[in-house]
């Protein structure tokens, strides 16, 4: 696909590419292909578990390595973005970690320790770094703060466990902060992907079936990785300079729908072969 400067003369940060499968790895591409300068950021254990030197000699970017949820870390990061960029126009958070369901531990059973682990990597990181970027004066008025959700935050999905509430957590902070960067035009957007085949998504059980269950209701099928870095490079474009406070379905439709004649099909005839058995 090629670029239509959409994001040209825009600085920004991305935080969360670990490898070619991340989703902020597909974004901070689409970001680079629009014209856009960023650095990278993940946490420090992530040197040894991805390959982002690999994306920033791609997109030009240099890497600051901070653990998202350590506010010393954070307050050093966005000083050091000023000082090579100046006030930056956009942020992408898209960092997530569900320590329970990673050990299959069932959501009636949590460990507490784990779950609260969990909160903070997947959501209150989210504040903490929107708080850093603002007392730090590293953000810009007008600027663009983009988060990555899922549709676990508004129904159950049984092995998507602690996450639902995570994801639950950040949307409603996007909301909250909404209200008080609205003072300074300053728009934050929650993007509610389709199930995608992620490090993090490899991570779920059952999560071949939620991706498959999703590919069969959903109109337009499941929305790639790709498709979701072209959606967030508009949401961070001056295009949507009105848009704030939201959580944007890009799920290929599935959020409207009930049953897809898929699902009926598929259900009759298990039903069908059900019946079939011999009771003896």
Same mark, same amino acid.
């Given at each position: ?5 959409? %994001?040209?003369? @825009? ?7 670990? +490898? ?22 993940? #946490? ?21 390595? *901070? ?9 050093? %990061? ?8 100046? @006030? ?10 569900? $320590? +329970? ?9 949590? +460990? ?8 903070? $990597?997947? #959501? ?9 970027? %603002?007392?730090?004066?590293?953000? =810009? =008025?007008?600027?663009? !703060?983009?988060?990555?959700?899922? !549709? ?15 994801? #639950? ?12 960067? &609205? ?6 957007? #929650? !993007? ?8 993090? &998504? ?19 099928? +499941? ?8 959606? *967030? ?14 959580? %944007? ?15 009926? @099909? ?15």
């Amino acid at each position: 696909m090629d670029g239509h400067d959409l %994001l040209d003369g @825009k600085t920004g940060i991305i935080f969360g590419p670990l +490898n070619e499968d991340s989703i902020a790895w597909s974004i901070a591409q689409a970001c680079h292909r629009e014209g856009a300068e960023f650095v990278l950021s993940n #946490a420090p254990v992530a040197r040894r578990l991805g390959s982002l030197d690999e994306l920033a000699d791609e997109t030009d970017s240099d890497i600051i390595w *901070a653990d998202a949820t350590d506010d010393e870390d954070l307050e050093e %990061l966005f000083e050091e973005v000023k000082d090579a960029y100046g @006030k930056i126009d956009f942020i992408v958070h898209s960092i997530g970690m569900g $320590v +329970n369901v990673r050990k299959d531990v069932p959501y009636e059973d949590l +460990n507490y320790n784990w779950y609260e682990q969990t909160l903070d $990597v997947s #959501a209150v990181s989210l504040h903490r770094i929107v708080k850093h970027a %603002l007392d730090t004066e590293a953000i =810009d =008025d007008g600027g663009s !703060i983009l988060a990555m959700s899922y !549709i676990g935050a508004q129904r159950i999905f049984s092995k998507y466990s602690e996450m639902g509430d995570a994801k #639950a957590l950040l949307e409603s902070i996007v909301r909250s902060f909404g209200y008080r960067l &609205g003072k300074r035009d300053i728009r934050i957007n #929650a !993007i509610s992907q389709s199930p995608t085949k992620t490090t993090a &998504g490899s991570g779920i059980e059952g999560f071949d079936a939620m991706y498959e269950f999703a590919e069969r209701v959903s109109p337009l099928g +499941n929305a790639s990785a790709d498709s979701c870095a072209d959606y *967030a490079t508009t949401l961070l474009s001056d295009y949507a300079r009105m848009v704030t406070m939201q959580t %944007l379905y890009h799920d290929g439709g599935f959020s409207s729908m009930g049953i897809s004649d898929q699902i009926v @099909k598929a259900m009759e005839d298990s039903f069908a072969e059900e019946g079939d058995e011999d009771p003896s």
